[in-house]
DNA sequence: TTGTAAGCGTTATCAT
DNA sequence: ATGATAACGCTTACAA
C-alpha cells in the first residue's frame, strides 16, 4: 500500500509530474488528457496514495501542526481545553499535539524545544511559571499564544478568562444569599488566575461590608487534590470547626476537600455553601447550593487559534484577550 | 536562533560532517580535535541548534511519534487514559499525538489517515464501531494497538479491561450488601465493555439467587450524558418511581441520572445504592453509598506501548491483554 | 581527522 | 500536455 508518487509513475509510464498535478487536482488547469487521469485515478483507487507530510513539510517548512502544552489532563478544565483546542484547530486544518508537564518547568522548556524540533507551526502554552514563561518568550523561534495564565505583563500573546470579575461575580452571587464571610481556599496564589480570583473575591467582600481583615484566604502551594485536603485539614485545625461557606480556586482543590471532608466527617453537610471555579457536571453530585463559573473553553481556544493563525501569516498582532465567564447556581429546593 | 548545520558549518569553515559528528556525540569516535570541538561548542551555546526533526524523521523513515485517537476527553476515563498514554510514550522516547473523533465513524478514518499521512511510527485507536475497526485492520499500513474495546475478534492486538469480571465484581459487591436487584443503565450496548460488564452483572445476579429475567437493564445509543438522563427519564415513567439500586455503566451515563434526578426531584435521595464503572474523585460529591470499578489506565497505558514497541521492532506478535480492574467502595458510615 | 555525495518524497521552476 | 531537475536538512557510507 501507500504508493509514492514515484512509485506510480514508474508503474504507470508517466512522469512524475503529470502524476502528482492529477493527484493535486491541477489536472483541468494543465490540460492532462482524460485517459491519462483515468489510468492515474484508477490506479490510486485500488494501490491508494497517502501523500508523505513529512517531505511536503520539509519543503515546504511548514508542518500545519499546532502544538499544546497544558499542565496535566485530569484537571478537567484543562481536558476540556485540550479537547476544545482541537476541534478548534482541526477546523482551521491544523494538527494539534497535546502534551502535559506535569507541572514540572524543567519538563515544559524540553516539550516546548521538542515541539521545536519538531517543527510546529505554533505553539500554545498554559505556562507553569514566570520563569519558564520568559524563557519561552526569549527563546523560542515559533509563534506562542499563552493561554490560562499570563505571568510576564509583556506584549506576549495570551488568551485567558477575566479572573477578576469571575471572582467578584462569584462572591457576590454568593453573599446575596448567605450574607456571611466566605473563606477562599486558593490552590496556588503565585498562579496570576488564582491571585485575580482572590483579588475580586476580596472586592466583592468589602463591597458588602465585611473588613479586609476578616476575609480569610488560606494558601497552598499547587492546583492538586492534596492540596486541598490539606487546607481543609488547616482550616479545621486552626477554627475547630469546618467552614460554613467557603470557595474553592479549582476543582483539584475542591476534590480535595470534599475528600477530606468525607473521610473526616465520613459525610458531607448539606448545609455547606460552596463556591468553584471552574464548571463540572459532576457538581451535581454534591447535595449544598453550589455556584460555580463555567470558563468558555471554546472562546478561549477560537480566540487562540484566530491569533496563533495571524502570527503564522506573519501580521506581528500581540494580541491579549480576556474572556467572559459564566457562572451556573444550584439551588437546593428549599 | 536555530541555526542549521549548514549554517554552523560554513559560519566556522568547517565541514557539514564534522559539526555533525560532534553534534551526535561522535566526536570521540572519529577523533575530532579539542579545539574543533570546542569551536562548535561554543557556537552552539552561543546560538543553540534545534535539530530538524522533519528531515531526520524523512531519511530515517520514522518520526519517534505515536498516535492515540479516542472518542473524546470530555469522559474522565480517557482523559487519565490519555494522560497515561502520553506519559508512557515519553518515557519510551516517543511523542503522542492525541486526536478525538467525537464518536463519528467518518472522523476517525480520517484521523488515522492524517496521522499515516504525517508518519507516526503507531497508532493506538479506541473504535467508534466494528466497521471502523475492520477498516484500519485492513486499510492501515502502520501498526495499530487498539484500547478500551474490540470489536473485531481476530487477532489484532488490543488491551482492553477485564469488563465481565469487573461487572460481576461490582456487582457481587453490591448484593453483598443490598440484598435486592439491581438496575443497570447501559450507555451503549453495542460496545463490547458494555455487553461485557452486562453479562458480568448478570452472572452475578443469577448467581444470587435473583431470576434472570428479573435482571433490569435499560438500553441506549451512545455513552453521552444526555443518554443517561433519558434512561433515568424512561425508567421513571414505566416505574412510577426512582430505583433504589442501579448501576451504570460508564461515568458521563452516571452524570446524565443523577442530573435527571437533581432536576426531577431537586435533590439526590441518599438511601440510593449506586454502582458505576469508571472511578472518579468527585464521586466523593454523592452522600449515597456508592461502588465504583477503577479502570488502572497506567497499566492499559504501559502494556500498550510495550506492544507497540514490539511491533514497531518488527516483532509480528498480536498480543491481547486485559487488565484487571479494582473495587473502590464508598460506604456511609452508619 | 575531515570532506564528499547520494538519497529520503515532496514542491516549484523551467524545458520541451 | 508532459518531463527533468534542484532544493529542503538530515544520515550514512565511503573517500581523502
Known sequence: MAKTVEQISSALNLSITTVRLVLNGQAE???????TQ?????????????????????KLNKTETLGLIVPNLSNPFFSSLAESMELSCRSKGYRLMICCTHNDPEHEKKLLASLEERNVDGIFVVPVTEETQMYHIKTSNKPIVFLDRDFAQNDS???VSDNFESGYALTSSMFKLIQKPIVFFAGAPILPPVKERIAGFISAMV???IDKKDCEVFYSQTDLVNDGELLMKEYIETHNDIPQNFIASSLPILEGIISFLRQHLGYIPD???IGAFDEHIMLNFLANNIWSMKQNDKDIAENAIAIMNNKILGEKSSDQIKIKTEIISRLKKK
Open 38 to 58: 483515468k489510468k492515474i485515478q484508477d490506479y490510486v483507487n485500488k494501490y491508494g496514495y497517502t501523500i508523505n507530510h513529512i517531505a511536503r513539510s520539509l
Open 271 to 273: 448545609s455547606l455553601n
Open 29 to 35: 488547469r494543465y490540460r492532462i488528457s482524460q485517459k
Open 157 to 159: 500573546s495570551w488568551v
Open 207 to 209: 463591597e458588602n461590608g
